[in-house]
């Protein structure tokens, strides 16, 4: 549970990506923190789970979601019932393979989840934020769109084009009452990493310096900070929440 303590009331926060990992977490703090908080996501099972789960935190709706197709953005900005004020731009795929190994439908999707399904949703909701409050976008990038990494061409690569689209939608929107800034995670206990061997993980948890893998609480932090008001004058930044691993 976050140790953080911020209000969102009245408040309406949505988290692509949401049923599960680092996005359920994000939906359930700001649900803590009594949010309206919007789950989307394009697995249609656990995005049922994690609607039943989350309404014992607070007001929750789920919304059927694939960043990818345009039209199903479209239908999930018509669907909104309450202006947004936080768009959490989470939702993200990994196809690994070295370089000579991957295909370029590997490369495709992940590009189109994880850079182009951004564009999407930012695209669909823009004119649904609230015109009278604060509003925020963060994305989520990674450690990997920083540093690069082995067996990533696809996602390292999507990952850096998120913090560029990140830092000039600061530029642009600042004007009109946004902020746009990224985390940028490290390795988090996930169903993502947990698809990772072993020895890999044991290796990456040696070389940080804080000695464990991070937990999408610590994700989940952060992003509360970045949606709060006390963050009004962080814009265009990427935040690192890697316990070191990347110095
Ligand atoms: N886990 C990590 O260590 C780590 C590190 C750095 C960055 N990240 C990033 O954090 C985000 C969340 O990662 P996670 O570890 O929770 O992953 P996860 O696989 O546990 O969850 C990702 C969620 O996104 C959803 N999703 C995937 N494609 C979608 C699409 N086309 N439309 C709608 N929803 C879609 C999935 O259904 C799933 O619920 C991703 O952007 C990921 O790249 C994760």
């Known amino acids: 549970m976050s140790q953080i303590s911020f209000s969102f009331k009245d408040r309406h926060v949505l988290v692509t990506g949401g049923a599960q990992g680092i996005g359920f977490e994000i939906a359930k703090e700001f649900l803590r923190a009594n949010a309206l908080v919007t789950v989307a996501d394009y697995n249609a099972e656990a995005l049922d789970a994690a609607g039943k789960e989350l309404k014992s935190f607070g007001t929750v709706q789920t919304c059927r979601l694939d960043v990818t197709d345009r039209s199903s953005c479209q239908k999930m900005a018509e669907s909104l019932t309450k202006p947004l004020n936080v768009l959490i731009n989470n939702a993200g795929i990994t196809r690994d393979k070295s370089f000579a190994k991957m295909t370029e439908q590997d490369f ?7 850079l182009t399904g951004l564009f999407n949703v930012t695209k669909a909701l823009f004119e649904k934020f609230d015109a009278n409050q604060p509003k925020r976008i963060i994305n989520m990038a990674s450690v990997v769109a920083l540093y690069g990494n082995f067996g990533q061409t696809n996602y390292a690569a999507a990952k850096a084009g998120v913090v560029g689209m990140t830092k000039t939608w600061a530029k642009e929107f600042g004007r009109k009452g946004f902020t746009s800034n990224a985390v940028a995670p490290g390795f988090i206990r996930t169903k993502m990493t947990e698809a990772m061997p072993k020895e890999v993980l044991d290796g990456i948890t040696a070389k940080v310096p804080v000695q464990r893998l991070g937990e999408t609480s610590d994700i989940a932090n952060a992003c509360l900070f970045l949606a709060s008001d006390q963050a009004s004058y962080i814009n265009g930044t990427v ?9």
């Open 239 to 247: 935040i690192s929440v890697d316990g070191g691993l990347v110095l």
């Open 108 to 114: 495709d999707q992940v590009i189109q989840t994880n």
